[in-house]
């Protein structure tokens, strides 16, 4: 998307979203045309003309001041994350256009950050990067993912799904392997059982779209993730609608809940932590509240990844989705009966 047209859509879905009570205008039962704000109202409250803020709606960003973008901010009512994006949009604005998104190196995790992951026991780790891929995990991370590491959608054909031969002991790619990253928006809007194995799948799309959509922000120029967000809204009517809805996130710590099809059902609050020798590195962790359900889950699955290679089925994804005494889930990528799918 054109970077004006970026700054054009962002303004105005803003706008529409800050109606004149909330914004303390009286309306004096007017009839509206437009939902939300008037552009002349924002105007007012930010303490520009109208023409000027007519300008920066219509991408007209170049050379505006922070104390000017910080008005409008304060207009509009934005978030942290939604103010954080307005900024990253105007220093893309600003900044020399390229001739082409270049593709970024590729991003690889110090042998420090995996002993640090590796040293955590008791609880899932991963380090995932803006575009939403897993760069590396413990074995329990490998363990709670397995349906992410394992998807068929995470390839280009069906061809090249061989889940044995694309990762290394790190949960990364093997060279020369056709595989690629693990990635969890591909995941979620590609493979039919993403719905299974994320209970509250609808709002961890949302927010998956929305940290896509800040990190598109932060590095327009990121020839891999326009690649994905190209292919997801040509694949998928859910993300494109996400997608154009222009909502960012900041996503720090909270709940999320998982099907496990070894473990069940595990509630799991997460931190993130930035690593500042890393940048665009996070590492997420999980762990449940003691004494729940969820940490006995947690401890059974931990158990089952160490188990040795002959108690699991070898080929599948972190030694395989069976273990003694529990039966055996539907293949990752295959619809499960009576499904709905995502679109």
């Known amino acids: 998307m054109d970077r004006r047209d970026e700054i054009r859509e962002f303004l105005i ?10 914004a303390g205008i009286p309306t004096y ?9 008037r552009r002349e109202e924002v105007a007012h409250l930010a303490g520009v003309s109208t023409d000027y803020y007519t300008r920066l709606e219509r991408g007209s960003i170049r050379g505006v001041s922070d104390t000017v973008l910080e008005a409008v901010s304060s ?6 994350a939604e103010r954080a994006h307005l900024m990253d949009l105007a220093r893309a604005a600003n900044a020399p256009s390229l001739r082409a998104p270049r593709r970024p190196p590729q991003q690889r995790v110090r042998p420090g950050v995996q002993r640090l992951l590796d040293g955590m026991t008791g609880a899932v780790g991963i380090v995932q990067n803006g575009r939403s891929e897993v760069l590396a995990a413990n074995l329990l991370g490998r363990a709670l993912y397995g349906p992410v590491y394992g998807s068929a959608a995470q390839f280009n054909s069906a061809a090249q799904f061989n889940p044995a031969a694309r990762l290394n002991p790190a949960g ?6 056709p595989g690629r990253l693990p990635n969890q928006a591909r995941y979620l809007f590609l493979d ?17 779209v929305a940290m896509l959509r800040s990190e598109s922000g932060r590095n327009p120029d990121d020839r891999v993730l326009n690649e994905l967000v190209g292919e997801l809204t040509t694949r998928s009517a859910l993300f494109a609608a996400l997608w154009a809805g222009h909502d960012v996130r900041i996503h720090t710590a909270g709940t999320k809940r998982f099907h496990h099809p070894v473990a069940g059902d595990l509630s799991l609050q997460f931190e993130t932590l930035s690593l500042p020798g890393d940048e665009g590195q996070t590492l997420f962790t999980f762990t449940a509240e003691p004494g729940s359900p969820s940490e006995n889950a947690l401890a059974f699955l931990a158990s089952w990844a160490a188990s040795p290679p002959e108690t699991t089925t070898t080929g599948d994804p ?17 619809p499960n009966a009576g499904k709905t799918p995502h679109d």
């Open 13 to 22: 879905s803003r706008r529409a979203k800050i109606s004149p009570e909330q």
């Open 29 to 37: 039962r007017n009839l509206r045309r437009v939902p939300g704000l």
């Open 75 to 80: 207009a509009l009512q934005l978030d942290e």
């Open 172 to 177: 990364q790619s093997v060279p020369g392997t």
């Open 192 to 208: 039919p059982g993403a719905g299974d194995f994320y209970s509250d799948w609808r709002a961890v799309a949302a927010t998956t």
């Open 318 to 334: 972190v030694g395989g989705f069976n273990a003694p005494g529990l039966p055996s889930p539907s293949r990752p990528g295959t």
